[in-house]
């Protein structure tokens, strides 16, 4: 418990310690006179009236001035009093110190808090950038396992749609062609479903094409459905020999998408447009597998 604990009680502190400061500055200036050094420590001091002297008669009276010349008394300055020491910084000291015990304590004690809630501040932030990077690379690691199962379905679909051209062993039966040899006509990595021989393959991305083999690389552009689905279409398109697709015949074999693609499908089918060729069948036909998903 302090000494004064009350705002009255440190105001009366400080104003007894006033009135003992003004108290003690009077006795010094208004106080009994004195002398330095006092008359009864005085030294006794021989009558004359120069600084040079001779003989054993002493005169009780001054000298002629014209046979002793009267020198000038020394006066020598008076001592200075020793300065005063005031007690006055002593008593503010004391009042200031057992205030600013209680201040010094108060400051410390906020600093800790203060440290502490910075502490406990980062260490939140720390956690929270953890939890939020962790559910980052989580929501990747999904989207890429994703990714690849998508992938890997849309292989099994292609290669269902091939026949198993990508996986063929060599020992199905079966012999097509326009000839008269018998035999399976075409390309090894051709498409059953083409009708056409000629050439070799090509593709594009977002439309991969398939019988229309030496036509060289398509010119094409993407239309994005009405609905927010994602799916695989095969289309059936009818190409003539300027490289046009004059037809195009959504949900053949292989498609996964939903119904809502179809048009969308069919549309970009026919924004495909290959190099003129003279020499290509009048009417040669193929197939258009258009991809689509909701990241597009």
């Not at 400080?14 to 009864?40: A, N, Q």
Request: proline share 6%.
């Amino acid at each position: 418990m302090g000494y004064f604990e009350t705002k009255h009680q440190k105001q009366s502190a400080r104003l007894t310690t006033v009135i003992m400061l003004l108290l003690l500055l009077l006795l010094f200036v208004v106080g009994p006179g004195y002398m330095d050094p006092p008359l009864e420590y005085g030294v006794a001091v021989n009558f004359g009236t120069s600084d040079t002297g001779s003989g054993a008669e002493q005169p009780k009276k001054p000298l002629a001035s014209e046979s002793t010349p009267v020198s000038e008394p020394v006066v020598e300055p008076e001592k200075a009093a020793p300065p005063v020491q005031s007690t006055e910084p002593v008593a503010s000291e004391e009042v200031l110190t057992s205030e600013d015990l209680e201040a010094i304590a108060i400051k410390k004690a906020d600093a800790a808090a203060k440290k502490k809630a910075d502490a406990e501040a980062i260490a939140k932030a720390q956690a929270k950038a953890k939890a939020k990077a962790d559910a980052e690379a989580k929501a990747e690691e999904e989207r890429l396992k994703k990714e690849a199962e998508l992938k890997a379905k849309k292989k099994q679909d292609l290669d269902a749609l091939m026949s198993g051209i990508g996986t063929d062993d060599g020992t199905d039966k079966g012999s097509e062609g326009d000839d008269d040899t018998p035999g399976d006509k075409g390309q090894l990595n051709g498409d059953p479903y083409a009708s056409s021989y000629f050439g070799s393959p090509g593709s594009g991305n977002g439309g991969v094409a398939y019988g229309l083999n030496g036509r060289g690389r398509p010119s094409k552009s993407k239309v994005i459905p009405d609905c927010d689905e994602e799916g695989t279409v095969v289309v059936e398109i009818h190409v003539n020999q300027n490289g046009n697709v004059v037809k195009a015949i959504p949900g053949k074999r292989g498609t996964t998408g939903d119904i809502c693609l179809y048009e969308a499908a069919k549309k970009t089918a026919l924004t495909h447009k290959w190099p003129a060729d003279s020499k290509a069948p009048a009417k040669q036909i193929g197939f258009v597998i258009v991809d689509f998903s909701v990241r597009q």
